[in-house]
C-alpha cells in the first residue's frame, strides 16, 4: 500500500507543480531557467577545459612511456646479441 500511495504522492506533485509553472508562476519559471543557463554554461565549460588539459597530459605521458619502452626494447636486443657473440 505504501508505493501505491508514494506514486498518487508523486502524480499529485507532479501535476501540481505543472499547474503552478503554466497558470500560477510562468514568469518566475522562466526567470530561474534564464537564470540557470549562464551557471551551466561556465561550470560546463569548466569540466571541458579541465578533461581537455588532462587529455593532453595523458597523451604526453603515453608518448613518454611508448619512447622509453622502445629504448628498453633497443637495449634488450643489443645485449642478447652481445651474448649470442
Do not use: H, N
Not at 514568469?27 to 560546463?44: A, M, T, Y
Request: glycine letters at 10%.
Amino acid at each position: 500500500m505504501g508505493k501505491v500511495l508514494a506514486i498518487l504522492g508523486g502524480l499529485i506533485a507532479m501535476a501540481a507543480g505543472v499547474y503552478l509553472v503554466i497558470l500560477v508562476w510562468p514568469q518566475q519559471f522562466i526567470d530561474l531557467v534564464f537564470g540557470c543557463i549562464p551557471p551551466v554554461l561556465f561550470f560546463g565549460g569548466f569540466i571541458a577545459l579541465i578533461a581537455g588539459i588532462s587529455g593532453i597530459k595523458d597523451a604526453a605521458r603515453t608518448k613518454k612511456l611508448e619512447a622509453e619502452t622502445k629504448e628498453e626494447v633497443k637495449e634488450e636486443a643489443a645485449t642478447e646479441e652481445e651474448t649470442k657473440e
